[in-house]
């Protein structure tokens, strides 16, 4: 089922115009590079999505539910199978990597909640076995603010995987990590896209990187969706 996005726009209460009448359809197992300049909406666009920010007006649509007319109770629901990633990778710092891993069975939205939270051992296992994916499976008993930023952000991808997602959104994931971390990451995510099918949506800020994982493009400036098409048909453009 797609992810129909409808003439998307976010006004900030500051009166910042952050998105504005932004529409397109992502149909499964796509890979859709989100790129602009700093401030173009990136960010914005994929909060707005499984709002964590609440779009100002329009329609986002996902496997036939409008989740911009979601009851909060539906919407944990609807979260819970939509994975996030972020540039910062909001671990919960002091809490064991595992333990975070446990938190996107919650969604990731209060990662403070698995603290307080009972897991059976089967989910523990599972746990395990999304941090063995992601080669992470020996540190499992460690903080999470002890580990060096690209593990940070394959324990992100261990706790979208715990979530089994449909659908990822993965904002600006390798923009704090060097270009070696940035392709190892890239690859965790290019896996799930592949092997299990995941719908990625994933800003970035290098070409390179665009062309190497993306068989799509979505360019925005100033708010407004200003290209989509095949990465190969970027560079005709500039
Ligand atoms: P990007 O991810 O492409 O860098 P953002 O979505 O973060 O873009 O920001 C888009 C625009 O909205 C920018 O002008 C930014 O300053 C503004 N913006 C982002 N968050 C807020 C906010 N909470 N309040 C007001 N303006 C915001
Ligand atoms: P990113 O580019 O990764 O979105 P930013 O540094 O732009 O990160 O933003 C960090 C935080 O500050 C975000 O939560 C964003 O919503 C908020 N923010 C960004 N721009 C503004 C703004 N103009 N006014 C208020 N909050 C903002």
Redesign the pocket.
């Known amino acids: 089922m797609p992810l129909i996005v409808e003439r998307l726009t976010k006004i900030?209460p500051?009166g910042?115009r952050a998105l504005h009448e932004v529409s397109f359809t992502v149909e499964d197992g796509e890979f859709v590079a989100i790129i602009g300049l700093?401030?173009a909406g990136?960010?914005?666009l994929l909060r707005c999505i499984n709002r964590l920010?609440e779009p100002t007006s329009g329609r986002v649509i996902w496997n036939g539910i409008d989740i911009t007319a979601a009851s909060p109770r539906e919407l944990r629901k609807i979260r819970r199978q939509i994975g996030m990633i972020f540039?910062?990778f909001n671990l919960v710092k002091r809490a064991t990597v595992l333990t975070n891993v446990l938190a996107g069975r919650l969604g990731y939205v209060n990662p403070w909640l698995s603290l307080l939270g009972y897991f059976p051992p089967s989910e523990v296992q599972r746990a395990m076995r999304a941090l063995e994916r992601v080669g992470l499976a020996d540190l499992a008993d460690k903080r999470a603010d002890e580990l060096s930023g690209g593990q940070q952000q394959r324990v992100g991808i261990a706790r979208a995987l715990m979530q089994e997602p449909r659908l990822l959104l993965a904002?600006?994931p390798v923009?704090s990590l060097d270009p070696v971390l940035a392709h190892s990451i890239l690859r965790y995510i290019e896996e799930l896209n592949r092997k299990d099918g995941v719908t990625v949506l994933c800003s970035l800020h290098f070409l390179d990187l665009v062309h190497r994982y993306a068989t799509r493009v979505i360019g925005l400036k100033d708010g407004i969706k200003v290209f989509d098409g095949r990465p190969d048909e970027i560079d005709d453009r500039r």
């Open positions: 900030y500051d910042t700093s401030g990136k960010s914005t920010i540039q910062q904002d600006e923009a």
